[in-house]
């Protein structure tokens, strides 16, 4: 199963997976500060004040201050992060790895100066026999017999171990996310004759969002130099976080709710698809630009609060190369796979955002290419498949340089059921318009029907 854990059960083991990693970010935030001199003379003077400055539990605090790494691994710390607080106080690693094994310092570095410790004894099918108990997260406990615990433990390293699933994705939308559409919004120009008709195109949606509310949306869209600059461009950025504050793109931060996220959905995805062979970049703390927030305005309207919790998923369309068409919808299909394998009862929609056909620079600012972008919406509710394998250049020849933010819809699109022939889908709104400033704007709404 893509979402196998079985690695949390091999005997004084704790593995730092994105779960674990969502637990205790702020306990290894806390850990890098300690890579600063000036830092750590504070946190030497008074530890307890120094801790009281971080958003961290009371089971972490003390874990830190009583120099528990076992403890603190347990709460989400990560080894190489916490090893800062052991470098603090002049321990090595040596000694911090000692700790945390019952052994004296002494008996322990004996012990690697005669090869180590044994890996026979320290198995997975060596704590099963022994009738040891694996934990929460195991597939067994101590209460089993040896060989009903070892058969327990193969059954759960090897995915056989069945899971109720739960999630009904519901539906996709498709949108572009003009900045200045977000502009008009903050400044009360809707009603204005030029806006106006860009914001009828989304009545209908909604009121259809309103009656059809999810728990969460994963939303696609790219950064547009605000969360990422060119010190780092991930291609796929998967946001892990519970946090997300719109952000300043130079105008000021838009007036508009924070972004909640779903840091255990989001973990369980992570885990998924990076299982699935997609290497996504995992990101606990960031803004987000008009990118995400402009369709959540488009479809929510004026709010206090965002109505669903959001899941945020940047692709890299400003630096090439940039993701095809086909790996976009192949990471639209891998995520469905990933919604299949979580057990909880809640509704999703994803939503690919950005485009239709734009050019912002050179002399061929201002390029619509109204025949395309129509030929791309009929394409991507009857034949997506083949519409992935469009080149890049052709998005850039016929549909502006801007324009290869279409291919981010992919991902939508790929989560959908009759793309793995598991259902169908069903268009209930379609729109099209030019223009909203430089842009041609396009709006789908898919919903989508599982089979029984």
Same mark, same amino acid.
């Given at each position: 199963?893509?979402?196998?854990?079985?690695?949390?059960?091999?005997?004084?083991?704790?593995?730092?997976?994105?779960?674990?990693?969502?637990?205790?970010?702020?306990?290894?935030?806390?850990?890098?500060?300690?890579?600063?001199?000036?830092?750590?003379?504070?946190?030497?003077?008074?530890?307890?004040?120094?801790?009281?400055?971080?958003?961290?539990?009371?089971?972490?605090?003390?874990?830190?201050?009583?120099?528990?790494?076992? *403890?603190?691994?347990?709460? !989400? =710390?990560?080894?190489?992060?916490?090893?800062? @607080?052991? +470098?603090?106080? %002049?321990?090595?690693? $040596?000694?911090?790895?000692?700790?945390?094994?019952?052994?004296?310092?002494?008996?322990?570095?004996?012990?690697?100066?005669?090869?180590?410790?044994?890996?026979?004894?320290?198995?997975?099918?060596?704590?099963?026999?022994?009738?040891?108990?694996?934990?929460?997260?195991?597939? *067994?406990?101590?209460?089993? !017999? =040896?060989?009903?615990?070892?058969?327990?433990? @193969?059954? +759960?390293?090897? %995915?056989?171990?069945? $899971?109720?699933?739960?999630?009904?994705?519901?539906?996709?939308?498709?949108?572009?996310?003009?900045?200045?559409?977000?502009?008009?919004?903050?400044?009360?120009?809707?009603?204005?004759?030029?806006?106006?008709?860009?914001?009828?195109?989304?009545?209908?949606?909604?009121?259809?969002?309103?009656?059809?509310?999810?728990?969460?949306?994963?939303?696609?869209?790219?950064?547009? +130099?605000?969360?990422?600059?060119?010190?780092?461009?991930?291609?796929?950025?998967?946001?892990?976080?519970?946090?997300?504050?719109?952000?300043?793109?130079?105008?000021?931060?838009?007036?508009?709710?924070?972004?909640?996220?779903?840091?255990?959905?989001?973990?369980?995805?992570?885990?998924?698809?990076?299982?699935?062979?997609?290497?996504?970049?995992?990101?606990?703390?960031?803004?987000?630009?008009?990118?995400?927030?402009?369709?959540?305005?488009?479809?929510?309207?004026?709010?206090?609060?965002?109505?669903?919790?959001?899941?945020?998923?940047?692709?890299?369309?400003?630096?090439?190369?940039?993701?095809?068409?086909?790996?976009?919808?192949?990471?639209?299909?891998?995520?469905?796979?990933?919604?299949?394998?979580?057990?909880?009862?809640?509704?999703?929609?994803?939503?690919?955002?950005?485009?239709?056909?734009?050019?912002?620079?050179?002399?061929?600012?201002?390029?619509?290419?109204?025949?395309?972008?129509?030929?791309?919406?009929?394409?991507?509710?009857?034949?997506?498949?083949?519409?992935?394998?469009?080149?890049?250049?052709?998005?850039?020849?016929?549909?502006?340089?801007?324009?290869?933010?279409?291919?981010?819809?992919?991902?939508?699109?790929?989560?959908?059921?009759?793309?793995?022939?598991?259902?169908?889908?069903?268009?209930?709104?379609?729109?099209?318009?030019?223009?909203?400033?430089?842009?041609?704007?396009?709006?789908?709404?898919?919903?989508?029907?599982?089979?029984?």
């Amino acid at each position: 199963m893509s979402n196998d854990k079985s690695y949390r059960n091999v005997p004084g083991t704790t593995i730092f997976d994105a779960a674990q990693s969502a637990k205790g970010y702020h306990l290894n935030q806390f850990c890098m500060s300690l890579m600063k001199a000036e830092n750590r003379e504070r946190f030497v003077a008074d530890q307890r004040a120094y801790l009281d400055e971080w958003p961290l539990s009371e089971e972490q605090k003390q874990a830190v201050l009583d120099l528990d790494l076992n *403890a603190a691994m347990r709460l !989400g =710390g990560n080894i190489y992060f916490l090893s800062k @607080i052991g +470098a603090t106080f %002049g321990l090595s690693f $040596q000694q911090m790895a000692g700790s945390m094994t019952g052994m004296s310092e002494e008996d322990y570095r004996a012990m690697m100066e005669s090869g180590g410790r044994s890996a026979d004894g320290n198995r997975l099918a060596d704590a099963a026999a022994a009738g040891e108990d694996l934990g929460a997260e195991g597939a *067994a406990t101590d209460a089993a !017999g =040896g060989d009903e615990m070892a058969a327990a433990v @193969i059954e +759960a390293a090897t %995915g056989d171990a069945q $899971q109720e699933h739960h999630v009904t994705l519901a539906a996709t939308v498709f949108t572009s996310h003009v900045p200045a559409i977000g502009a008009a919004m903050d400044l009360g120009k809707t009603e204005e004759p030029y806006w106006k008709k860009v914001f009828d195109g989304y009545v209908e949606s909604r009121q259809w969002l309103k009656d059809n509310t999810p728990d969460v949306v994963i939303l696609v869209y790219n950064d547009h +130099a605000t969360a990422f600059d060119l010190t780092m461009i991930p291609t796929f950025a998967l946001g892990t976080g519970a946090y997300y504050p719109p952000a300043d793109e130079g105008y000021g931060r838009r007036p508009v709710p924070p972004v909640h996220g779903y840091p255990e959905l989001a973990a369980h995805l992570a885990q998924s698809l990076i299982i699935d062979d997609f290497d996504l970049t995992l990101v606990n703390e960031m803004d987000v630009d008009h990118g995400l927030t402009v369709p959540l305005s488009l479809l929510c309207g004026d709010v206090e609060e965002w109505p669903f919790k959001v899941i945020p998923l940047a692709v890299n369309v400003v630096q090439y190369p940039v993701p095809s068409g086909a790996r976009c919808l192949a990471l639209g299909k891998a995520l469905r796979r990933a919604l299949d394998t979580w057990d909880e009862d809640i509704t999703v929609q994803v939503w690919g955002t950005g485009g239709m056909s734009h050019q912002l620079q050179g002399p061929r600012a201002g390029l619509i290419n109204a025949e395309w972008d129509n030929a791309f919406l009929d394409r991507l509710v009857e034949d997506p498949q083949g519409l992935s394998r469009v080149p890049h250049l052709e998005y850039v020849d016929e549909a502006g340089s801007e324009g290869i933010e279409l291919v981010m819809w992919f991902i939508a699109r790929g989560a959908m059921s009759d793309v793995n022939e598991t259902g169908s889908i069903e268009v209930l709104h379609r729109f099209y318009h030019v223009p909203a400033s430089n842009t041609a704007v396009g709006h789908l709404v898919l919903a989508n029907h599982t089979k029984e």
